[in-house]
């Protein structure tokens, strides 16, 4: 396991696999089991809290699956699937923001960025067509036109 979660300074950046980028913006509360929960939502606070929040891009184990249960030995077995399905995402997010892995930038810009283009169906679509948590994630319902606002994603 990871031994710790990134509090958002620039010299210990949130770690955040790139799907991970759309998933912390769709999120409301639902998980795979408390812990994830909690931890989910400390991370949403630390990125919310101050203008120190940067992040880490990455497409392995972030500071998300820390506390997960699929997490095993840094490698998500979410499914039989998972492995290639979590990194294909990761990769496609990666590419279409075109940030390598490895960059640290704050959490403002990135989201920023993130969110000018998966503004749209084709390209959510791309990463998110396979998770089975559409019909809990905020994000996802909002660009595929499933819910009405208000729609309260705010990173500094
Ligand atoms: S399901 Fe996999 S990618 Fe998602 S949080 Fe858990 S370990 Fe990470």
């Given amino acids: 396991m990871l031994k710790k979660t990134g509090t958002g300074?620039?010299?210990n950046p949130i770690k955040i696999r790139a799907h991970h980028l759309l998933c912390i913006q769709g999120f409301q509360g639902y998980g795979y089991s408390r812990?994830?929960?909690?931890?989910m939502w400390q991370i949403i606070d630390n990125l919310n809290a101050t203008d120190l929040s940067y992040v880490k891009i990455t497409s392995e184990?972030?500071?998300i699956c820390y506390k997960c249960p699929h997490n095993q030995d840094n490698?998500?077995?979410?499914?039989?699937?998972?492995?290639?399905h979590v990194v294909d995402m990761d990769?496609?997010?990666l590419e279409k923001i075109r940030v390598d892995e490895g960059f640290i930038g704050k959490s403002s810009v990135i989201f920023e960025k993130v969110n000018s283009i998966f503004n749209n169906i084709k390209n959510l679509q791309e990463v998110c067509?396979?998770?089975f948590w559409h019909?809990?994630?905020i994000y996802y319902q909002k660009i595929m036109n499933l819910t009405s606002p208000p729609y309260q994603i705010n990173y500094k």
């Fill in 75 to 84: 490698t998500c077995n979410e499914s039989s699937l998972s492995k290639s």
């Fill in 61 to 63: 184990c972030d500071d």
């Fill in 91 to 93: 990769r496609i997010v």
């Fill in 9 to 11: 300074d620039f010299s």
């Fill in 135 to 137: 019909s809990k994630c």
């Fill in 35 to 39: 812990e994830f929960e909690e931890n």
């Fill in 129 to 131: 067509s396979k998770c």
